[in-house]
């Protein structure tokens, strides 16, 4: 596999299936963790909805082709196609921190630090909503190398497991009892123990996509184009 | 004479019943291919083959020396593809397709690219919707021809065009394989752009390669015939060796192979071109009974 092929299929599928409007999929998200009472998955939920229409515009601009005469293997379609998934959902994570940390510190400013609808937004929660985008990918990529980029069906599924997932999720770990209750914190000291988690995360975010990736390379190796 | 591409005993069965049977087919290096069959015979599944879009079951496909799909990325370095009109990303404009696209290819001569923009009168900042059929087409051809391929494989590349600009792309083809070492296969419905510039015929009918050969022998070696319905009930044999025939009340015409123009001594023969022979072979096949 080349290295700058995966670069050149990623620029590919950022320039000519996202565009410029992707941007609003980062500035709702950021702008929405200021809500003091809301679902913090509902907010990082419209990114999806933009990789879903990545695969729409796949199918509608017949990308797959135009990739398929490229000088790229198969496979390295998949992994790029991968790649720009989690670069753009790690970016938005990385994108909203620092409105994380400013709306953290507002909200308690204006006593209202808890939120009532699920979780605060601490790292625990950005480490759910990375699992859970790993889950989505798990589930829409390798239907999308099965079934000719006809992902809507997937996609939807993918939507629901990714908000009902972590909505569940957020909200068994935003009722604890014992000694877990550093896992809703958000001062620095139930931060810094939080880390790990965000680390144990990445770590099962990682393996989910290799799985996911394994999964969409095999997929398209049996599809005529 | 080495070739560029050899295909060899393809086959492929697909969900709908069609099938791509025993396909052997050789590019030879210099040359300009022309690859012919009616809608649906297996044209641009063959090339889908060739190109490891789709996966043969069995059968190989070598290009430039090099199995496929084992060098696959190095291979398509080599090569510009055309399918037809451009018919991918309509929204986007030329210019952000062009970027994402040159990216891959070490070769890319931005000067060329430009010279063929001019040529064809392409401009950069519209939409890919924005082009006409026949632009779509030019467009294909301006990407194809600006990464220094090797060999083009062009499927329909002059549908859509007008007979100006075809001639045009015509003589742009004899001068891509001029210097002996580039070549070209394409697939055309347009018969009389074989005649202005193809070495080699390669005819594939119902999945099959039914002929496959230098231009001026596959030419040679078939003749037409024409005369009155009783010169074709009162010679058996020339009824028998008839590969296709056109009854009309005024008489007959048909296609036979050269070798047997005794047959049709006393009656109207002509050299066939390659039309007349796609026609006979498919319109008009004879089946003696």
């Known amino acids: 596999m080349s290295v700058r092929n995966i670069k050149n299929l990623v620029l590919k599928d950022l320039s000519l299936l996202t565009g410029p409007v992707v941007i609003i999929f980062y500035i709702i998200p950021a702008l929405m963790l200021f809500i003091p009472a809301y679902p913090r998955p509902a907010t990082m939920f419209y990114l999806l909805v933009s990789i879903m229409n990545m695969f729409s515009f796949d199918l509608m601009g017949k990308d797959h082709e135009f990739s398929g005469l490229l000088p790229v293997k198969k496979k390295e379609s998949v992994l790029a196609r991968l790649a720009a998934m989690m670069l753009l959902q790690i970016l938005l994570l990385v994108f909203t921190a620092p409105f994380a940390i400013l709306s953290n510190y507002l909200l308690d400013r204006w006593d209202a630090a808890n939120n009532p609808a699920g979780m605060n937004t601490n790292i625990v929660s950005y480490a759910i909503i990375l699992v859970f985008y790993g889950i989505f990918n798990l589930i829409v990529l390798p239907g999308a190398y099965k079934k000719q980029f006809k992902v809507s069906l997937r996609s939807i599924i993918g939507l629901f497991v990714f908000i009902v997932g972590a909505t569940i999720t957020e909200n068994l770990i935003c009722r604890p009892s014992g000694g877990i209750l550093f896992l809703n914190g958000t001062s620095g000291h139930d931060l810094l123990l939080q880390t790990p988690i965000l680390i144990g995360a990445l770590i099962l975010y990682c393996v989910i996509n290799c799985i996911a990736y394994i999964r969409a390379r095999n997929n398209y190796k049996k599809t005529d184009i | 004479m080495s070739a560029v591409i050899e295909a060899r005993n393809l086959n492929k069965t697909f969900p709908s019943g069609f099938r791509l049977k025993d396909v052997s087919l050789s590019v030879k290096r210099g040359y300009i291919t022309g690859f012919i069959g009616r809608n649906g015979a297996g044209k641009t599944t063959t090339f889908k083959l060739i190109l490891g879009l789709s996966a043969p079951e069995s059968g190989e496909v070598m290009l430039f020396d090099k199995r496929m799909p084992d060098h696959e990325s190095e291979c398509k370095q080599?090569?510009?593809?055309?399918?037809?009109?451009?018919?991918?990303?309509?929204?986007?404009?030329?210019?952000?397709?062009?970027?994402?696209?040159?990216?891959?290819?070490?070769?890319?001569?931005?000067?060329?690219?430009?010279?063929?923009?001019?040529?064809?009168?392409?401009?950069?900042?519209?939409?890919?919707?924005?082009?006409?059929?026949?632009?779509?087409?030019?467009?294909?051809?301006?990407?194809?021809?600006?990464?220094?391929?090797?060999?083009?494989?062009?499927?329909?590349?002059?549908?859509?065009?007008?007979?100006?600009?075809?001639?045009?792309?015509?003589?742009?083809?004899?001068?891509?394989?001029?210097?002996?070492?580039?070549?070209?296969?394409?697939?055309?419905?347009?018969?009389?752009?074989?005649?202005?510039?193809?070495?080699?015929?390669?005819?594939?009918?119902?999945?099959?390669?039914?002929?496959?050969?230098?231009?001026?022998?596959?030419?040679?070696?078939?003749?037409?015939?024409?005369?009155?319905?009783?010169?074709?009930?009162?010679?058996?044999?020339?009824?028998?060796?008839?590969?296709?025939?056109?009854?009309?009340?005024?008489?007959?015409?048909?296609?036979?192979?050269?070798?047997?123009?005794?047959?049709?001594?006393?009656?109207?023969?002509?050299?066939?071109?390659?039309?007349?022979?796609?026609?006979?072979?498919?319109?008009?096949?004879?089946?003696?009974?």
């Open chain 2, 78 to 289: 080599d090569i510009g593809v055309v399918f037809g009109a451009f018919g991918y990303y309509e929204t986007k404009r030329l210019k952000t397709v062009t970027k994402a696209y040159k990216r891959f290819y070490t070769n890319w001569d931005d000067e060329k690219y430009a010279e063929y923009l001019k040529r064809f009168d392409l401009d950069e900042q519209k939409r890919v919707k924005e082009l006409s059929a026949g632009m779509k087409v030019k467009y294909s051809l301006a990407l194809a021809l600006s990464h220094g391929a090797k060999l083009l494989i062009l499927d329909e590349p002059t549908s859509g065009l007008d007979p100006v600009s075809r001639d045009e792309i015509m003589d742009m083809f004899r001068d891509f394989v001029s210097d002996g070492e580039r070549s070209i296969l394409f697939s055309t419905h347009i018969t009389s752009d074989l005649d202005k510039c193809a070495d080699h015929i390669v005819y594939i009918k119902d999945g099959e390669i039914v002929m496959s050969g230098d231009r001026e022998e596959i030419m040679g070696s078939f003749l037409l015939v024409q005369g009155g319905l009783d010169a074709l009930s009162g010679n058996r044999a020339l009824s028998e060796s008839l590969i296709g025939v056109k009854e009309t009340p005024f008489g007959f015409s048909g296609l036979i192979r050269a070798e047997d123009a005794h047959i049709a001594d006393g009656l109207q023969t002509a050299k066939a071109d390659i039309e007349s022979i796609m026609i006979y072979t498919e319109k008009y096949e004879h089946h003696e009974s």
